[in-house]
């Protein structure tokens, strides 16, 4: 099953190259176009050239295949925009991602699930925990971010406001505004699956043989109440490479959103394209490793 | 007590510890680091410390030596008039290099660089940006290490202007070049090793470099000018500006560069709020807001009706109202503070009424929904494009609108990301309506290449060119191609006033204002210059000092 779902991410993968190049390559414009806009002496002369100097006066099925070749002979191709080879350019952007998005996502499954249990097992805390959850939904993510940057780094002073170069404690700031946006999504799915969970008949079975009621819930309800769960962070998988391009401007954050959507903008399309394969692969084995691992919890579907 | 003077100590020891690092904030990164690859203000504002041209224009929009040690003229006999080998008028130009130039690593700068970049930018195969210059200069030659002839192959006035031609380092950088021109761009150590001291010339060298996030400079310990005062300068990149405003407010960056900073609005309200805590100056520069009107639109090809369309706009209103006051109202391409600008041409008011009067006079009468209508009852719609999520501009857009069709005149927002904006919709002259956006110029800048009817692209000119409005003029065209070769000052003023005052009337495009830029420095900041051009203040970043 596991090499059957591999050889399938990987012809999606080959798919999906096409579909973007040529996607990107029908978009109007090209790299020329912007240079212009930003240097009137370039003549018509030089516009010539340079489209000639780049490839741009070829076909886009030629500078597809010539793309294809280069990533085959290990080239992925140099970015325009930060005149480095792009694969240089991607590692730190998903690693600095997966930090940011990793905590945040981690901080708001454990503590939205941990709400949702709550609320499913004492009702009188439930719409507290509701009120949390519509608060953290309705909360536009560029105002939290601006409010706690405003009261922690200008007013207080205790964290910085932004960059990457802030260790740990430039951090916190981002992965609050981001945990506190996701919170809600966990804290929903858990209470509804697990307040179904509860109703269950072998819950019934559990109480009537005398098991302790924190027993039923984490030994037996919560296991079945976590497969929504899972399914959840296996969809956010893409989302979490991806990045969080709002959070990652607003915190002056490298990462995977803000490369891709500059890279886009500025007419990257080497960029552009190594950056969204790489979200669509991790996308395709988050999903692969969120089935695995509701086959590890439901025997049902084994 | 001991104590208490122990204490003393320490704290009057850490207020005399001399400010030794400034931490700039930027909102764009640079592209390449490579001086003659690609132009782009961040990478003039970076270039500015690193690096330094044979000429620039100063901050008061005079044409200085950096690297020469004399401006070329007719008069000390520097440039001379000569003929071309094909038997055109050209001309002979002496360049002289200062004494005691170095590279980074102790090299001197020599001939031999400048002979370098001239080879490197005739070859077309090289990639650089504007290749007019090098094109212009058909033979290069060595007269000793530090003295070059260059020879060109036509006769204009801004013949000592060699900004764009600069040293390359010939002893990191030649063998790289000659292994593979086409590969140059990708090769070149400006952007694989850019922290190599041989590639820099200016006051500070590249010492750390994050991509798309910062570049940490430190002195040059070769530089043979006046020695910079800071040790160490960090150049944040922060593209969203209210995250830049933050990272001020926070203390993670000292500074803002106006040529890449705050929108002018912005840096109003921080200096209202924020009341003597940081130093803003605003300086008028030469980016030019103006709305382009397609003359292939049979309504805007008539005269009238752009006039009109100029008169029925309160640009001192909107000035005053979305930027503080602190934009200059145009009234023609050329900038007030250029010495060739003519305070005689010609002011269109705010004046409903006659904007009014002009379109009915025009065949423009006023519809049963509000909107005139001409004979052949053709609606007066309009679209009205700009680049998508520059806030000012949308802002611009929406009082724009409600003016024109208090006038009688539907303006209809269309705006594009500017890829595509300034992609096949200005390049292929799609859209019909009216444009709004800015040029940049450097002082006394000829507009050849936005107002000569040969610059209007077109299929058959594979959409090179960038008259894009489409404007044809055949005095216009005359003056466009004297004014170049007219190397007397004095004799090229009536050409100036003339080509102002048909630009006034013809309105090519309709002057919106200039845009000053808005630069903000902590108290203690002294000597920067800004400059409002491409000639970013740090080139003379060796003058600034912390108090």
């Known amino acids: 099953m596991i090499a059957a779902r591999l050889a399938q991410i990987a012809i999606t993968t080959v798919a999906l190259s096409f579909v973007f190049f040529m996607l990107i390559g029908l978009m109007p414009g090209d790299p020329i176009d912007l240079a212009i806009a930003g240097d009137p002496r370039l003549t018509a002369e030089d516009a010539a050239r340079l489209r000639a100097l780049h490839g741009l006066d070829q076909p886009l099925l030629s500078r597809y295949l010539a793309w294809v070749g280069a990533v085959l002979s290990g080239n992925p191709g140099f970015s325009r925009l930060f005149a480095q080879p792009v694969a240089a350019l991607i590692g730190p952007a998903l690693l600095s991602t997966l930090t940011l998005l990793g905590f945040a996502l981690g901080i708001a499954v454990i503590a939205g699930t941990a709400l949702g249990v709550l609320a499913a097992l004492r009702p009188r805390a439930a719409p507290a925990v509701q009120t949390l959850a519509l608060l953290a939904q309705s909360v536009p993510g560029f105002w939290l971010g601006i409010m706690l940057i405003i009261v922690f780094a200008v007013w207080l002073g205790w964290l910085p406001a932004g960059g990457a170069d802030g260790g740990w404690r430039g951090l916190i700031l981002p992965v609050a505004t981001l945990a506190f946006a996701n919170l809600a999504a966990y804290a929903r799915h858990a209470a509804s699956a697990m307040a179904s969970a509860l109703h269950d008949p072998w819950i019934r079975s559990a109480r009537a043989r005398g098991a302790s009621e924190s027993r039923i819930a984490w030994r037996h309800a919560f296991p079945n109440a976590a497969v929504p769960v899972i399914t959840l962070i296996g969809l956010d998988a893409g989302a979490l490479v991806s990045g969080a391009v709002i959070t990652e401007a607003l915190f002056a954050r490298p990462g995977m959103g803000k490369l891709i959507f500059d890279a886009i903008m500025g007419n990257d399309t080497n960029l552009a394209l190594l950056a969204l394969l790489v979200v669509a692969v991790v996308t395709m084995l988050g999903s692969l490793g969120a089935d695995l691992a509701q086959r590890a919890l439901d025997p049902r579907i084994r | ?547």
């Open chain 2, 1 to 547: 007590m001991r104590f208490l003077f122990l204490f003393l100590f320490v704290a009057a020891a850490a207020l005399a510890q001399p400010r030794d690092t400034l931490t700039i904030g930027i909102t764009q990164y640079p592209s390449t680091l490579h001086p003659n690859i690609e132009n782009m203000a961040a990478k003039s504002y970076v270039l500015g410390f690193v690096r330094r041209p044979l000429t620039a224009y100063d901050a008061d929009w005079s044409l200085v030596c950096l690297l020469c040690e004399t401006l070329p003229t007719l008069e000390n006999g520097l440039a001379r008039l000569e003929t071309t080998p094909d038997g055109r008028p050209g001309l002979r130009i002496t360049m002289r290099l200062r004494a005691g130039l170095r590279w980074g690593d102790g090299t001197p700068i020599t001939s031999e660089d400048l002979r370098f970049a001239w080879e490197a930018g005739r070859d077309p195969a090289t990639g650089f940006g504007p290749a007019e210059l090098y094109r212009s200069m058909y033979e290069l030659i060595v007269i000793d290490a530090r003295t070059v002839e260059i020879r060109v192959d036509r006769v204009t006035f801004d013949f000592a202007s060699m900004g764009d031609f600069q040293p390359l380092p010939a002893h990191v950088e030649r063998a790289i070049w000659q292994a593979d021109p086409r590969a140059y761009r990708t090769r070149t150590l400006y952007d694989r090793e850019p922290t190599n001291p041989a590639l820099w010339s200016g006051p500070y060298r590249v010492s750390a470099v994050q991509p798309g996030q910062g570049i940490t400079l430190e002195r040059n310990p070769m530089w043979s000018g006046v020695a910079p005062h800071f040790r160490t300068i960090r150049i944040r990149t922060v593209e969203n500006t209210t995250a830049l405003e933050a990272q001020l407010l926070a203390g993670q960056v000292d500074m803002i560069a106006g040529e890449l900073g705050l929108p002018v609005e912005q840096a109003a309200a921080l200096e209202r709020r924020t009341q003597g805590r940081f130093r803003v100056e605003y300086r008028a520069g030469l980016i030019y807001e103006h709305i382009t009107p397609n003359l292939d639109n049979p309504a805007l090809a008539d005269r009238r009706v752009r006039q009109a369309l100029l008169m029925a706009v309160d640009r001192q209103r909107i000035v005053d109202q979305l930027f503080g006051g602190r934009q200059t109202v145009a009234h023609s391409n050329v900038n007030p503070l250029d010495r060739m600008a003519d305070s005689a041409v010609h002011r269109w008011p705010f004046d409903a009424a006659r904007a009014a009067a002009l379109l009915d006079e025009a065949g423009w009468r006023a519809g049963p929904d509000g909107i005139r209508r001409n004979a052949a009852g053709d609606r007066l719609a309009l679209d009205l494009m700009t680049t998508a999520g520059n806030r000012s501009r949308e802002q611009v857009q929406q009082v724009l609108a409600a003016q024109w069709r208090a006038v009688g005149v539907e303006a209809r927002v269309r705006n594009e990301p500017p890829r595509v904006f300034f992609g096949e919709t200005q390049r292929q002259r799609r859209n019909q309506g009216l444009s709004m956006f800015a040029w940049i110029s450097a002082p006394e800048s000829v507009p050849r290449s936005t107002m000569h009817s040969d610059e209007i692209p077109t299929a058959a000119r594979n959409w090179s060119g960038q008259n894009s409005g489409g404007f044809r003029n055949a005095e216009v065209d005359e003056l466009l191609e004297r004014l170049p070769i007219t190397l007397d000052t004095e004799a090229r003023r009536p050409l100036w006033a003339r080509l102002q005052a048909i630009y006034a009337e013809e309105l090519p495009a309709l002057p919106l204002w200039f845009r000053q830029d808005a630069h903000v420095w902590p108290m203690w900041l002294e000597g920067v210059r800004p400059t409002g051009h491409l000639n970013a203040s740090p080139l003379w970043a060796e003058q600034w000092r912390a108090r």
